[in-house]
């Protein structure tokens, strides 16, 4: 049995959903007297319609349901402004124990780092073949358990390899021209034993966009070496004489 008014299923005599009583029968209908007769429906005294409220049942099977709000958005916020968080303070650890304020090597660029060939108990530098962009090339390298001194001539050791510093030791003599060709070194140390050859005559000329270059003789002896080259012949913006490698930290 449904209910009347709204639909539901009728249990134990009442309406499950509006409460209708159903258990006592309803009274029998009389009869009027004044069927034929028209009888003018009673108004409200405000003059509005009154209307009843209908109540309509919905099986809950298919109520709509209601619609949960999802945190979806607010847990991918969260997590975004974590990760923020622990890319500006996750590696303070790091950047302490890493000193990246200096533009010069920390320590001597290792052998592996360059190609070279052995003689007359000297290593002869001819390439640098490392990864590290700023490279500090020391006097002397222990090679296969015995001790080598660098020879007093490089080759053309930095040409087309992106470098930005360079600290050649005290003992080299001479180089080729173009031994900084296209490397893009802004900083450079040349030491004083460095001299004018045929060889090395106008390297200068391959120095392009360089900040500063230390030497280590007296601005007299840089006329020499370039061959009293006019200054602005010399792409630097800075030239220090007198320098000392040591100090270069």
């Given at each position: 049995m449904k209910c009347e008014s709204c639909g539901a299923p009728v249990e134990d005599g009442k309406c499950t959903y509006c409460g209708r009583d159903y258990s006592t029968p309803p009274p029998k209908p009389q009869q009027s007297n004044t069927l034929d007769k028209y009888v003018k429906p009673v108004s409200p005294k405000d003059g509005s319609a009154r209307?009843?409220?209908?109540?309509?049942?919905?099986?809950?099977?298919?109520?709509?349901?209601?619609?949960?709000?999802?945190?979806?958005?607010?847990?991918?916020?969260?997590?975004?402004?974590?990760?923020?968080?622990?890319?500006?303070?996750?590696d303070s650890d790091d950047s302490d124990s890493k000193d990246t304020s200096s533009v010069w090597a920390a320590g001597i660029t290792p052998i592996e780092d360059f190609k070279?060939?052995?003689?007359?108990?000297?290593?002869?530098?001819?390439?640098?073949?490392?990864?590290?962009?700023?490279?500090?090339?020391?006097?002397?390298?222990?090679?296969?358990?015995?001790?080598?001194?660098v020879a007093d001539t490089i080759e053309d050791l930095f040409c087309l390899n992106r470098v930005d510093s360079i600290i050649l030791p005290e003992g080299i003599v001479t180089m080729p021209k173009n031994t900084f060709n296209s490397c893009g070194a802004e900083y450079l140390y040349l030491p004083?034993?460095?001299?004018?050859?045929d060889e090395n005559n106008g390297f200068y000329t391959y120095l392009h966009d360089v900040k500063k270059i230390y030497y280590g003789g007296s601005e007299e002896e840089w006329a020499e070496l370039t061959n009293n080259a006019e200054r602005v012949d010399i792409d630097a913006i800075e030239i220090i004489y007198n320098a000392d490698p040591e100090d270069l930290k």
């Open positions: 209307t009843s409220k209908k109540y309509q049942y919905t099986p809950s099977s298919t109520r709509p349901k209601s619609k949960k709000k999802s945190g979806c958005g607010t847990i991918i916020i969260i997590l975004f402004i974590l990760g923020m968080i622990g890319a500006i303070f996750g070279y060939y052995l003689d007359g108990g000297k290593v002869y530098l001819q390439d640098y073949t490392g990864h590290e962009h700023k490279v500090k090339v020391g006097n002397s390298y222990e090679i296969d358990g015995k001790e080598y001194a004083k034993s460095l001299k004018t050859t």
